[in-house]
């Protein structure tokens, strides 16, 4: 199964993402990510067999255990890829909590034997994909803050029109 690890978000931000989703529709065409899929990734894992799971839920229940919920807070619009389709996320700001939570539970991964994607850390939220950033000018958008206390293992399924997440674990922090 295709598995990543990333934080659920409280409502405030939940409620801010919808708000600048909304206001995009009017300025940009692509793909957009439905807000019941808001979520920020710590780590992506791509492929890993069932019979590991276990394991990997070991992992990451000692990663989060020493860690306290994070405050956070929304900040500006960025892409990744290309101008005519890219991915387009607004910034989400931990302190230095995020990194930190997701450099531990990328070590547990490491520790555990799971691979994952290296690539450093950028935390957002995405809330567009194939969108076409050519001409358009990008609305602000709506700030908030609010209080993340949830690691989760998700399950992606890529198999129909749109992707579907699972929630198979939570682990909280504090
Ligand atoms: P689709 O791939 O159909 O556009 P998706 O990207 O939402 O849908 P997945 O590819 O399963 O679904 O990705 C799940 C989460 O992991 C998303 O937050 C995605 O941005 C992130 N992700 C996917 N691939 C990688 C990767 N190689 N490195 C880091 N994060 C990734
Ligand atoms: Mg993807």
Redesign the pocket.
Known sequence: M?L?V?MELPEELLEALSETSAALRDSVRGRY?APD?F?V?LA?L?EVEGSRLPALVEALDEACQYHEPIPLALGELGSFGRRRSA?LWQAVDGGEALPSLAADVRAALRRAGFAF?E?PLVPHV?LM?AADLAGGILPSPALAGGTAGTVTL?S?D?SGAH?V?TPLERFFLG
């Open positions: 295709r990543f990333a990510v899929r979520h990734t992506f791509g991915v994607d690539k995405t994909r998700f992606s890529l992707p997440y």
